[in-house]
């Protein structure tokens, strides 16, 4: 088997020194010259005495150093950050493999020449919006990005003031942008930052217009960046563009306000809903509360210690909703304030976790007998909370006065088969995508979209991503409307149950610091399957990649394997597209009558529960994990 030579060390301090003459950004060239120096100290002598004596303290300490300075330069220059549909994310630092304003500005060329094609003979010039969150550096990148479009002509747009992605992406429709970028790593760790890309105006119309990028765009844009020689060579102007004052953001929030029921009714049964708020360090705090009381939700509570911004994120390491104990704060918040429901946003809102207290999930915890867990309350499932808002969805459809001709719910192949079941009981169709919203936001007709990761999009009218504030404002107004009545988002999601039997999800995670892990992992599931899950057989195995185009249910090829049980149980297995994970997509059906009483939804749970770990044991061994 061939290796991969490392490279010479004096071909890659030529290669870093040529970086550092060309960076533009006086902290990272410090950065990698502080590096270039401590990796250019000589070892001669010191690797290896003649008289076999040991090395001291003083020189074990420069072998380290100077070890670990060239291991991480070889890092960051093992080639330039790749620009893929997602943009960029990457480590914030200096070289080539990371976040920097040498990478944005080349990824900013790339993107102004694009758009200079795509538009080429046509007027007027391309108009960008630029967007940017409360990351390191964010603001810079922005303003980098404005000064690269302006130097060629193009009208650059950028927002008044670190805010959520969904206001960027509102703005590309609102302002008729044929394109946007917003600056932010979402839910990354606090080192990272990234760039994204909407098209929309006259480079892409349709359903997909204002949405991020897709093949082969993402490529094309790549090329483009490939050609730029060097920072150097890139023009870039001191002043020129124009920085947007707050009417895009009231037109936004003017927006999101109009999804909520606007009667005098609708807005007395919002005051009387106490809501839990944590924008996680992130910029959707002041946006959202706003959102809220402007529907009439005033008893709002947001977390003191994750209410500002924050790129350091203090109190939690991983600013991931999802992630176990990122919410401990909001849910003991609200144990103390017998709150009704926990709304999560992502650093960069446009992700909503959702958290109520639940009888049901009263557990003992580690962390002592009075803590929220230990109360019941219980962070929701995406699926659920996209079951919940599909419902909302569909009732919305209903009530249109145009009709519900051509509405489509649509959710990604990875997301809970239930939200077809609401489709079809509504008369809507449902359409199934691949993961990402960059597909979901393009389906022809969506009147609602969602993912299991907790994103959903609920107006794609005017936003054609994943919103956090605008899914919030829809779930704040469903449990007011059902706290009315004396109910729960709980006793919706059984509602569900009883007239679509009860969906669980879950999900199973591999991480493997070798890529040839993930390799092998899906290898050995394709060569040899579980021939059951959870005790059913198993009936079905389609390769998403190499299957027809039928098994696939329409889609194009995607890596991953679905497997499906005689009992409705299904996994689907793939890649993570933006970690070093092998994740398996987990769910079980259990049949519910119409007429179930709270007592046999409860046994239907506990079985479901069940069912989900024997399914997840099964997977594990499947996986050799």
């Known amino acids: 088997m061939s290796t991969v030579q490392p490279e010479p060390w004096d071909q890659l301090a030529q290669r870093v020194a040529s970086w550092i003459e060309d960076d533009p950004d006086a902290q990272t060239s410090a950065q990698l010259s502080a590096l270039l120096t401590t990796a250019s100290q000589s070892l001669s002598g010191v690797s290896a005495h003649s008289d076999g004596s040991a090395r001291t303290p003083r020189e074990e300490s420069l ?47 790339g993107l102004a020449g694009y758009l200079l094609g795509e538009l080429d003979g046509l007027t007027p010039a391309p108009r960008v919006v630029v967007g940017y969150d409360a990351r390191h550096r964010s603001a810079d990148f922005a303003r980098d990005t404005a000064a690269v479009l302006t130097a060629v002509g193009i009208e650059a747009l950028v927002l008044p003031s670190a805010l959520p992605t969904p206001v ?39 359903s997909g217009q204002g949405s991020q990028i897709v093949p082969p765009a993402d490529a094309a844009i790549a090329a483009e960046i490939a050609r730029v020689p060097s920072v150097a060579a890139v023009p870039r102007s001191e002043s020129g563009w124009s920085v947007l004052g707050p009417d895009v953001l009231d037109a936004y929030v003017a927006s999101v306000t109009a999804l909520a029921d606007p009667t005098d009714e609708a807005r007395a049964r919002a005051g009387h809903v106490r809501i ?26 947001i977390v003191p210690e994750q209410a500002e911004p924050d790129p350091d994120f203090p109190s939690i390491p991983f600013p991931n909703p999802e992630e176990v104990g990122a919410i401990d704060l909001a849910t003991g918040l609200a144990a103390d304030l017998s709150a009704d429901v926990v709304i999560a946003l992502d650093p960069d809102a446009d992700r909503c976790g959702v958290a109520v207290r639940d009888p049901r999930a009263r ?49 990604s192949i990875v997301s809970s088969r239930q939200l077809a079941q609401i489709a079809a009981s509504a008369g809507l169709r449902h359409v199934q ?13 969506l009147v609602y979209g969602y993912e299991e990761a907790i994103g959903y999009c609920v107006d794609p009218a005017h936003v054609r991503d994943k919103d956090g504030i605008s899914a919030a404002l829809l779930v704040a107004s469903f449990a007011a409307e059902l706290k009315a009545s004396g109910r729960t988002l709980l006793d919706a999601l059984d509602d569900l149950a009883r007239a679509h039997n009860l969906y669980l999800s879950s999900q199973l995670a591999g991480r493997f610091a070798d890529p040839a892990g993930i390799v092998a992992a899906m290898d050995r599931l394709r060569a040899a399957p579980p021939t059951s899950l959870g005790g059913s057989p198993v009936v079905e195995v389609v390769d998403l990649a190499s299957g027809t185009e039928a098994e696939r249910g329409g889609l194009p090829p995607t890596e ?52 989900l770990e024997s399914v997840r044991a099964d997977m594990v061994i499947a996986l050799g994990l």
Not at 69 to 89: I, P, V
């Open 363 to 411: 557990s003992r915890s580690v962390h002592g007998p009075d803590t929220a867990a230990a109360d019941g309350w219980r962070m929701l499932h995406g699926d659920e909370v996209g079951a919940l808002l599909g419902r909302v969805a569909a009732d919305r459809a209903l009530r249109s006065p145009d009709g519900t001709d051509g509405m489509v719910l649509a959710s």
């Open 63 to 109: 072998v380290r150093d100077v070890t670990f300075a060239r291991a991480d330069l070889a890092d960051r220059f093992s080639g330039l950050l790749q620009f893929g549909t997602a943009g960029l994310r990457g480590q914030v630092g200096g070289g080539p493999h990371r976040m920097n304003r040498a990478v944005v500005i080349r990824a900013a060329s």
């Open 276 to 301: 839990v708020l944590t924008p996680m360090h992130g910029v959707g705090g002041v946006v959202g509360q706003r959102v809220l009381a402007a529907a009439g939700f005033t008893d709002v509570h």
């Open 560 to 611: 991953g394997v679905r497997l499906l049980a005689e009992d409705g149980t299904r996994v689907i297995v793939r890649p993570s597209g933006t970690e070093p994970k092998v994740k398996s997509y987990l769910e079980v059906i259990v049949p519910v009558t119409a007429t179930a009483t709270d007592d046999e939804l409860t046994a239907a749970r506990t079985t479901a529960h069940a069912r």
């Open 433 to 445: 995508t691949l993961t990402g919203f960059k597909w979901i936001s393009r389906v022809d007709g």
């Open 168 to 206: 960027l992406a509102f703005a590309v429709r609102h302002l008729d942008a044929d394109a946007g970028v917003m600056v932010t790593a979402s839910h990354n760790p606090p080192q990272d930052n990234g760039y994204k890309v909407y098209l929309g105006g006259r480079v892409v119309t349709g």
